[in-house]
């Protein structure tokens, strides 16, 4: 199985500033076809998760371009440009390239 | 609209069955995969199945935790998506989601939840 490691349990930020969350993928996660099955969501106080980043780096619909995604093959960085108290939750990066799918820990954003 | 509303959540005994529903409206059923994320109580998500659509063979994937006592099928005719989940322990108390698979990639949308409580 792939184990995905989250640097951090928590973050504390400060809203208007900017935040980067690691991942770590014991195997690389790049494909023959030079995708990186990775994935992040969202998961707010009290709702279900949302996917905000998927191959490695592409925004999903609706989410704001403050959230980026970036690296290859097993280490990745989602990166918030400017934190907002609405992004306040624990953020799951996810490996899809091989089943079981395994996710990260989390990672708990605080402000 | 997607929607995606998960039903069957229950008190149950260890060792006990229980089959979770997911209803689904707004999209193509019959073309979706659709896969069962688990969420233990103020604990991180964990994959359970997934299902492809019968175009992709309806092939099936399980997490090791619980191959052999977990089955997941689908209903077309209903756009409903099941769990059946049989010699339950108490480990798999959680909130079960179901969600839209986006071919192996990506989960789209996801439901609200329904909770599974295993205890004597």
């Known amino acids: 199985d792939i184990v995905m490691t989250q640097s951090a349990p928590s973050l504390p930020v400060t809203p208007g500033e900017p935040a980067s969350i690691s991942c770590r993928s014991s195997q690389s996660l790049l494909d023959s076809n030079d995708h990186n099955y990775l994935d992040w969501y969202l998961q707010k106080p009290g709702q279900s998760p949302q996917v905000l980043i998927y191959?490695?780096?592409n925004r999903a619909s609706g989410v704001p371009d403050r959230f980026s995604g970036s690296g290859s093959g097993t280490d990745f960085t989602l990166k918030i440009s400017r934190v907002e108290a609405e992004d306040v939750g624990v953020y799951y990066c996810?490996?899809?390239?091989?089943?079981?799918?395994?996710f990260g820990q989390g990672t708990r954003l605080e402000i | 609209e997607v929607q995606l509303v998960e039903s069957g959540g229950d008190l149950v005994k260890p060792g006990g069955s229980l089959r979770l529903s997911c209803a689904a409206s707004?999209?193509?059923?019959?073309?979706?995969?659709l896969s069962w994320v688990r969420q233990a109580p103020g604990k991180g998500l964990e994959w359970v199945g997934r299902?492809?659509?019968?175009?992709?063979?309806?092939?099936?994937d399980y997490a090791a935790p619980v191959k052999g006592r977990f089955t997941i099928s689908r209903d077309d005719s209903k756009n409903t998506v099941y769990l059946q989940m049989n010699s339950l322990k108490t480990e798999d108390t959680a909130v079960y989601y179901c969600?839209?698979?986006?071919?192996?990639?990506?989960?789209?949308?996801w439901g609200q939840g329904t909770l599974v409580t295993v205890s004597s």
């Open positions: 299902i492809k659509s019968k175009g992709d063979g309806e092939t099936r």
């Open positions: 707004g999209f193509v059923f019959t073309k979706a995969w």
């Open positions: 996810m490996q899809a390239l091989q089943t079981p799918i395994t």
């Open positions: 191959l490695g780096s």
């Open positions: 969600t839209t698979d986006v071919l192996g990639i990506f989960y789209n949308y």
